[in-house]
């Protein structure tokens, strides 16, 4: 009986678990909106550059914007083009293949194969997308907002609690990984599984931009710990390099530098395979502030930026790595194809 009840309960349970959007169905998800922009006069350019810029568990993200070739301001090329009323709807993606200079003369996207990347720079729009339900939201971007996390409407799609209600927003925006000095001359040898034995610290940065309209004061917490990636009892210290207190003006922004505390126990307890991506979801749903924010002290998850690499580097940056997350293609690679006529 006892054996049936807990069939009976994974069978409801995974029946309420709504199954992910297919790429197929997120691309027409995707060009149903820039058609409404095409439609409306926004997009007036032969190609659209349909860029996507994050991917976590729930949610993506893309960049929309107006361009003059098939290729992206980052020299990237489309893994797939649709059309619509004369313009073609370039898709960018974070790991799917490239389409090829030659596929894309063959099949009359492109007049010439030997074609620039986008020059036509415009601030453009951005559209995110639930993978498990039908939401989406369109926002037009502007100068005046340097990064994807700054817009509220789009807080809800990153990693993280939402800053609404918060006198601060938050982002992790950088989580290097430090190796020592003697691992230079293999930096580009390390096996990733392995890395974890080689990690001295982690380093990075995290952006605060105030959202009130007086001065916020950030001082050192109760607990003595000024940020950390909480894992249990391996929870990993995040240690400012900027002294406290910080004040922040009211709607300015700052960027505090942070080093780890030594990481032997916080590496420890991590799986054996896919290391960096155990490290990597710990960081970008588990990282917590606990300052001391205009007298009151604080313990709330902090945005993830959405970064979908990271370096790995010595001490004394002379060379660095990029890790990417699994199942993105090596962005680096790419732009060495791109201007490889």
């Given at each position: 009986m006892k054996n049936l009840v807990y069939v009976i309960l994974f069978i409801l349970l995974g029946g309420c678990v709504s199954p992910s959007f297919s790429p197929v169905e997120i691309h027409q998800r995707v060009a149903e909106q820039v058609k409404?922009?095409?439609?409306?006069?926004?997009?007036?350019?032969?190609?659209?550059?349909?860029?996507?810029?994050?991917?976590?568990?729930?949610?993506?993200?893309?960049?929309?914007?107006?361009?003059?070739?098939?290729?992206s301001d980052g020299a990237e090329l489309p893994s797939k083009v649709m059309t619509y009323k004369g313009k073609y709807l370039c898709f960018i993606e974070l790991d799917e293949q490239e389409m090829s200079r030659t596929e894309l003369f063959e099949k009359g996207i492109v007049a010439d194969s030997n074609f620039h990347e986008n020059l036509h720079l415009d601030d453009g729009w951005v559209l995110a997308l639930r993978k498990y339900e039908n939401?989406?939201?369109?926002?037009?971007?502007?100068l005046s907002s340097a990064f994807l996390f700054e817009y509220p409407q789009l807080w809800s799609y990153f990693s993280g609690?939402?800053?609404?209600?918060?006198?601060?927003?938050?982002?992790?925006?950088?989580?290097?990984?430090?190796?020592?000095?003697?691992?230079?001359?293999?930096?580009?040898?390390?096996?990733?599984?392995?890395?974890?034995?080689?990690?001295?610290?982690?380093?990075?940065?995290?952006?605060?931009r105030n959202l009130t309209d007086s001065i916020l004061l950030m001082n050192n917490p109760t607990r003595n710990?000024?940020?950390?990636?909480?894992?249990g009892e391996d929870t990993l210290k995040l240690i400012l390099r900027d002294s406290l207190p910080v004040m922040i003006g009211p709607?300015?922004?700052?960027?505090?530098?942070?080093?780890?505390?030594?990481?032997?126990?916080?590496?420890?307890?991590?799986?054996?395979?896919?290391?960096?991506?155990?490290?990597?979801?710990?960081?970008?749903?588990?990282?917590?502030?606990?300052?001391?924010?205009?007298?009151?002290?604080?313990?709330?998850?902090?945005?993830?930026?959405?970064?979908?690499?990271?370096?790995?580097?010595?001490?004394?940056?002379l060379r660095n790595r990029y890790i990417y997350n699994e199942g993105v293609d090596d962005k680096e690679e790419r732009i060495r194809r791109f201007f490889k006529w």
């Open positions: 409404v922009l095409i439609d409306s006069g926004y997009l007036q350019t032969p190609y659209i550059e349909i860029n996507e810029v994050l991917s976590n568990d729930s949610s993506i993200i893309y960049s929309i914007k107006g361009s003059d070739s098939p290729g939401g989406s939201t369109l926002v037009k971007k502007v609690e939402t800053p609404q209600g918060k006198p601060a927003l938050m982002a992790l925006f950088t989580h290097d990984i430090i190796v020592p000095d003697s691992c230079i001359s293999t930096l580009f040898d390390l096996e990733l599984d392995s890395m974890r034995y080689y990690i001295r610290r982690f380093s990075g940065k995290i952006s605060v710990m000024c940020y950390a990636v909480v894992n709607h300015g922004y700052r960027s505090l530098r942070y080093d780890s505390e030594i990481p032997y126990s916080f590496l420890g307890k991590l799986p054996d395979r896919n290391v960096w991506m155990s490290m990597y979801k710990l960081f970008s749903d588990s990282t917590f502030c606990f300052l001391n924010i205009n007298g009151a002290p604080q313990s709330f998850r902090i945005i993830h930026g959405g970064n979908y690499f990271s370096y790995l580097r010595d001490s004394l940056s």
